[in-house]
């Protein structure tokens, strides 16, 4: 069975930082992309951050460019999204997912995770 369990979310104060990790367990995703999502109260789910199987290429959306950083460690088969000077608008439920592709189609991910709330005080 294949899962992607996320950990490391939590509260935060604004300008803080967190540290996301999801392990992916039940096959060897080293040749997919994988990434984040997140999905505010009320809104829609958004992509977040996203990288190729190699490391080589990442994608961030362009309200976290700058602050977020994708990294992952095919080894342990885990995707990481560190989170620095965090904003009270970044507060949301973020999911891990994985996919053939660096953009899933149709937003709609072959894997995803359960999530992981993140929330950030001002």
């Known amino acids: 069975q294949v899962q992607l369990v996320e950990s490391g979310g939590g509260l935060v104060q604004a300008g803080g930082s967190l540290r996301l990790s999801c392990a992916a367990s039940?096959?060897?995703?080293?040749?997919?992309?994988m990434g984040w999502f997140r999905q505010a109260p009320g809104k829609e789910r958004k992509h977040v951050a996203g990288?190729?199987?190699?490391?080589?290429?990442?994608y961030y959306a362009d309200f976290v460019k700058g602050r977020f950083t994708i990294s992952r460690d095919n080894a342990k088969n885990t995707v990481y999204l560190q989170m620095n000077s965090l904003k009270s608008e970044d507060t949301a439920v973020y999911y891990c997912?994985?996919?053939?592709?660096?953009?899933?189609?149709?937003?709609?991910?072959?894997?995803w995770g359960q999530g992981t709330q993140v929330t950030v005080s001002s």
């Open positions: 039940g096959r060897t995703f080293s040749t997919y992309g």
């Open positions: 990288i190729n199987w190699s490391g080589a290429s990442t």
């Open positions: 997912y994985a996919d053939p592709l660096i953009f899933p189609n149709y937003g709609a991910p072959e894997y």
